[in-house]
């Protein structure tokens, strides 16, 4: 189950990219959107992508991403690295020689000044480290710059998580007001 869409008029987009497959992915993921939609938040519409269904042309509409995903055998879901794997040459990524991960073109956009902001969201019952790892190796070399804490969510989800999954997604879609 994925979160329904929400369109605007709005010139300014936030996109949830996500891997939902447990019911706390779920839980989280549910309450980054209802953040998203938070009262004080004008002019920023919402497009909520599972990471399989997410396209280069996605991330490109957008001024702003949040990534969820679970810690899976210490890394993020298969379904957001195949969404990297995908995507990432075409949305501004950049490798070095050696063909590792590079530091970010920053050609994303050329209409968009300045890096994309994106949060992050993990979950996992015992260790997320490797899963953050992997993402914000991914996303610095791509035109992007963290822009809230991640929110590391470890074991059973309780009301605190789901507050600062709120949180985080407001947060993000703030910094696109104008």
Do not use: C
Request: charged share 20%.
């Amino acid at each position: 189950m994925s979160p329904p869409e929400t369109r605007s008029r709005s010139y300014r987009r936030l996109l949830v990219v996500h891997h939902s497959p447990s019911a706390s992915m779920r839980e989280l993921t549910e309450a980054v959107v209802a953040g998203t939609h938070d009262e004080a938040i004008e002019g920023v519409g919402v497009s909520v992508r599972p990471a399989l269904q997410a396209t280069a042309q996605d991330v490109l509409g957008a001024n702003g991403i949040i990534l969820g995903t679970p810690a899976n055998f210490g890394y993020m879901s298969g379904a957001l690295k195949h969404f990297f794997d995908s995507t990432f040459l075409q949305i501004g990524g950049a490798l070095s020689d050696d063909g590792s991960a590079g530091e970010g073109s920053g050609e994303r956009a050329r209409s968009d000044p300045g890096p994309t902001p994106y949060g992050l969201y993990v979950h996992g019952r015992y260790d997320t480290t490797g899963a953050i790892r992997a993402v914000t190796s991914i996303a610095g070399a791509l035109p992007w710059r963290l822009s809230a804490q991640v929110l590391d969510v470890l074991g059973d989800i309780d009301d605190g998580d789901r507050s600062r999954a709120y949180e985080l997604g407001a947060t993000l879609a703030a910094l696109l007001m104008e």
